[in-house]
């Protein structure tokens, strides 16, 4: 996917648009399947959901107090998913 593909959910008090009329706090962006990358301080950064991932594997802690945004890879609206139930 490419980053163009991704859809860009602002933060607002804690919280992102994650489906129409579904909002979903930054503390589940971080386990969610779809998360790919935090906006902080202007500078995308890769989700802690990519902790597990092989291929784009993340490893550093990202203050979830400022995040800005979230580039989501969910594009057929199917909303906040674990990645626990992947990895558990």
């Known amino acids: 996917m490419t980053d163009d593909e991704y859809r860009v959910l602002e933060v607002t008090r804690g919280k ?7 909002e979903e706090t930054i ?9 790919r990358y ?3 301080r202007g500078e995308y950064v ?14 550093e802690e990202v203050n979830l107090k400022i995040v800005e945004a979230v580039k989501c890879a969910d594009r057929r609206g ?10 558990g």
Do not use: D, Q, W
């Open 27 to 35: 503390e589940h962006c971080r386990f969610c399947v779809y998360s």
């Open 78 to 87: 199917e909303g906040y998913r674990s990645m626990m139930n992947i990895i």
């Open 38 to 40: 935090f906006r902080v």
């Open 16 to 22: 992102v648009p994650c489906l129409p009329g579904k």
């Open 46 to 59: 890769k989700s802690p959901a990519l902790a597990y991932c092989l291929r784009h594997r993340a490893t």
